[in-house]
């Protein structure tokens, strides 16, 4: 099944402990990006990746790192959560070919205590 | 920040009647998109509608795209009480790869 998979889904955690989220595509995706979704503020686009080994900033960047070594795979690390970054966080991919439809995971919430 | 804003932010209609929701936004665009959020879940793409395209249809949706005013609607014919969900306008920039989704419009179809 064509799918975008993140781990975990849900996570509490203490300020300053670093964390990792998951993501994985198995459609041989060139597109993926990560968005944080916060009441009343809709969906903002924190990172994103052309191909392997090309990333780039979204509108939130602050406080998060990516890595794209793999095709398939685009885990976002918290070094040192605050509480600022309690949400919810999808990940998403897209083949880069008309549509540009993006895929999303199911998501993963996030409490930062 | 870029981002867009849809209107209205709820919408209660009975099954049957046609929903009509909007979003503007602030740049120049590729492409926009619609997506469906089931509560808390992840979001699903609905349709895509190009810049140089005005009007488009899928099913029982149409969406329409004015450039000149940098806004959307995207209209649900004939609803169903399994349309209820939280619909998203992005749009794609055309200066680089970056999305940027609206607010959301909340749908609530009564049975």
């Known amino acids: 099944e064509a799918q975008v998979t993140q781990n975990p889904r849900y996570l509490i955690t203490v300020t300053g402990k670093k964390l990792t989220v998951t993501c994985s595509q198995n459609?041989?995706?060139?597109?993926m990006s990560w968005y944080r979704q916060d009441p009343g503020l809709g969906l903002r686009q924190i990172y994103y990746?052309?191909?392997?080994?090309?990333?780039d900033k979204g509108d939130v960047p602050e406080g998060y790192k990516v890595s794209r070594k793999e095709k398939r795979n685009f885990p976002l690390i918290l070094e040192s959560p605050s509480p600022n970054q309690t949400s919810l966080y999808f990940c998403?991919?897209?083949?880069?070919?008309?549509?540009?439809?993006?895929?999303f995971g199911p998501g993963t919430r996030l409490t930062v205590t | 920040s870029q981002q867009g804003e849809e209107d209205p932010q709820a919408l209660s209609i009975q099954e049957g009647e046609n929903a009509t929701m909007n979003c503007s936004y602030k740049?120049?665009?590729?492409?926009l998109q619609w997506y469906r959020q089931n509560s808390g879940r992840g979001l699903v793409h609905l349709i895509l509608?190009?810049?140089?395209?005005r009007e488009k249809h899928s099913g029982r949706l149409r969406v329409t795209l004015d450039t000149s005013k940098k806004s959307s609607s995207l209209l649900i014919t004939a609803s169903r009480a399994a349309d209820t969900a939280s619909y998203f306008c992005?749009?794609?920039?055309?200066?680089?790869?970056?999305?940027?989704f609206g607010t959301g419009t909340s749908l609530t179809v009564i049975p």
């Open positions: 740049t120049s665009i590729n492409n």
């Open positions: 992005a749009t794609e920039t055309n200066t680089g790869n970056q999305f940027y």
């Open positions: 990746s052309m191909n392997v080994e090309v990333t």
């Open positions: 509608i190009r810049s140089n395209e």
């Open positions: 459609m041989n995706h060139e597109y």
């Open positions: 998403a991919s897209s083949p880069r070919q008309a549509p540009d439809e993006q895929y």
